[in-house]
């Protein structure tokens, strides 16, 4: 079983470009999440999702948008993208009540 | 609103040794559960400990063990034997099941170095 994956692992984008960040899992959680973790940081939630067509903002969600089709699938949009942005992204999932987060590797993402 | 304080930013300790980092939340959640992540450099997050807060009983794992006082809102995490793997970053998080709508909330995080 692969997890939660996230791709791509590292990308740089210049000021006002747009891109998605994807996350797919295959535990079949209902609960997802977006975090962004700057350097030195906590994390912080932009957005989750308790289930397929539930989407909700977290702590830091202006500048970007989510979707939620499918159980699988979580991805993040960057719309305009600002050097604001650059930081490490995310993507976790949970089973629920007490379940913890499992967490994919992460994506770099640097804007220029 | 539902929030998770770390006042230390960073702390050292011998190998070997016992080292406490403190949390603190704020919730207005009856039923939650808080937990301690670590964060090596390989930027991997991992698991330490978990407790629901109905439970009276302070979680155990090993090396590692909390202090939860409920009244009091705060949730330590005693690291115990310190060993060098022990280095990394650990943030203490909450999580409320009912106002809160799962959303999982960190702290900032405290820098642990365990020193040979």
């Known amino acids: 079983n692969a997890g939660v994956t996230q791709t791509p692992k590292f990308r740089i984008l210049k000021i006002g470009q747009s891109m998605t960040l994807q996350c797919t899992q295959d535990?079949?959680?209902?609960?997802m999440y977006w975090y962004r973790q700057d350097p030195g940081m906590g994390l912080k939630l932009i957005y989750y999702?308790?289930?397929?067509?539930?989407?909700d903002k977290g702590e830091v969600p202006n500048g970007y948008n989510v979707s939620r089709s499918t159980t699988e699938d979580f991805p993040l949009r960057l719309e305009l993208a600002a050097p604001s942005q650059t930081s490490v992204y995310f993507c976790?999932?949970?089973?629920?009540?007490?379940?913890?987060?499992?967490f994919g590797e992460g994506s770099r993402l640097t804007v220029l | 609103a539902q929030t998770v304080t770390q006042s230390q930013p960073e702390m050292s300790v011998q190998e070997a040794e016992t080292v406490t980092l403190s949390c603190t939340y704020d919730?207005?959640?009856?039923?939650?559960?808080l937990f301690w992540y670590k964060q090596p450099p390989s930027r991997q997050m991992i698991l330490v400990i978990r407790?629901?807060?109905?439970?009276?009983q302070n979680a155990t794992e090993n090396r590692f063990s909390v202090n939860f006082q409920k009244a009091a809102k705060s949730f330590s995490l005693k690291i115990s034997d310190s060993q060098l793997g022990d280095t990394a970053m650990y943030f203490c998080?909450?999580?409320?099941?009912?106002?809160?709508?799962?959303?999982?909330?960190f702290g900032p995080g405290t820098s642990l170095s365990v020193i040979p």
């Open positions: 998080a909450s999580v409320g099941l009912k106002t809160s709508y799962d959303k999982v909330i």
């Open positions: 976790a999932n949970r089973q629920g009540d007490g379940g913890e987060l499992f």
């Open positions: 999702s308790v289930g397929a067509g539930i989407t």
């Open positions: 919730t207005s959640e009856n039923n939650y559960y």
């Open positions: 407790q629901e807060a109905y439970k009276q």
């Open positions: 535990m079949n959680h209902n609960y």
